[in-house]
């Protein structure tokens, strides 16, 4: 199946954790994004990359650190988890400037 | 800070009605504009885009866009029960996409 696929679906830690989340895309597409959104269903986004470099990074914590091996793969570590970063986590992909496709997200709880 | 606002509801319609759904943005040099359907529980759906001022329909669904206003509306004809989700509005800013806080549609029977 083409799609935007991401692990794990659930992630249950405890707080001081770190942890990450794996996104690949098979659409081919050049551009790959970092979603977070929030217990109030607000979507926003955090990081971007385009064929591997970083092209947004909003203002996030440096704690989230995204790595893109190639451009088929985006990850996201998150180092020292806190209980303000419980959310889902959605991973989006697409071709530069074009609208988005969404991976299915992971949703992440902070114990 | 561009915003995009939307009322976060819930609209209530009954089944076979129209549903309207709107949203306002603050960055009037805008010019792309995304309808995202989320289904509880699930990731958000690409359902519709705009670029022009008009009207843009596909199926039971036509966006409009106003961009003197500031302004990009969702209408859904014939509303049915699996169009109950919620809403989001987005706005392309550079290479990202701004999104509203979404409106959740609720279609009875």
């Known amino acids: 199946d083409t799609a935007v696929s991401q692990t794990p679906k659930y992630l249950v830690t405890q707080m001081g954790n770190d942890k990450s989340i794996k996104c690949e895309q098979n659409?081919?597409?050049?551009?790959m994004y970092w979603y977070k959104q929030d217990s109030k269903k607000f979507l926003k986004i955090m990081f971007s990359?385009?064929?591997?470099?970083?092209?947004i990074n909003e203002t996030v914590p440096n704690r989230f650190s995204p790595k893109s091996p190639d451009k088929a793969h985006l990850n996201l570590h998150i180092n020292s988890l806190e209980l303000g970063d419980s959310a889902v986590y959605f991973c989006?992909?697409?071709?530069?400037?074009?609208?988005?496709?969404f991976g299915d997200g992971t949703r992440l709880s902070i114990l | 800070q561009k915003e995009v606002e939307q009322n976060s509801g819930p609209l209530s319609v009954p089944e076979g009605a129209i549903a309207s759904l709107n949203c306002t943005y603050s960055?009037?040099?805008?010019?792309?504009f995304f309808w995202y359907r989320q289904y509880s529980g699930k990731s958000p759906e690409l359902i519709m885009s705009?670029?022009?001022?008009g009207d843009k329909e596909d199926g039971r669904f036509t966006a409009q866009l106003n961009k003197a206003s500031q302004y990009v509306s969702l209408l859904i004809r014939d509303s049915q029960p699996s169009d109950s989700a919620t809403y989001l509005c987005?706005?392309?800013?550079?290479?990202?996409?701004?999104f509203g806080t979404g409106t959740r549609l609720q279609v009875f029977p």
């Open positions: 989006a992909s697409s071709p530069l400037g074009q609208p988005q496709h």
């Open positions: 659409l081919g597409h050049d551009t």
């Open positions: 990359y385009n064929n591997k470099e970083l092209i």
């Open positions: 960055d009037r040099v805008s010019q792309s």
């Open positions: 705009i670029y022009s001022n």
């Open positions: 987005a706005v392309k800013d550079t290479d990202k996409l701004i």
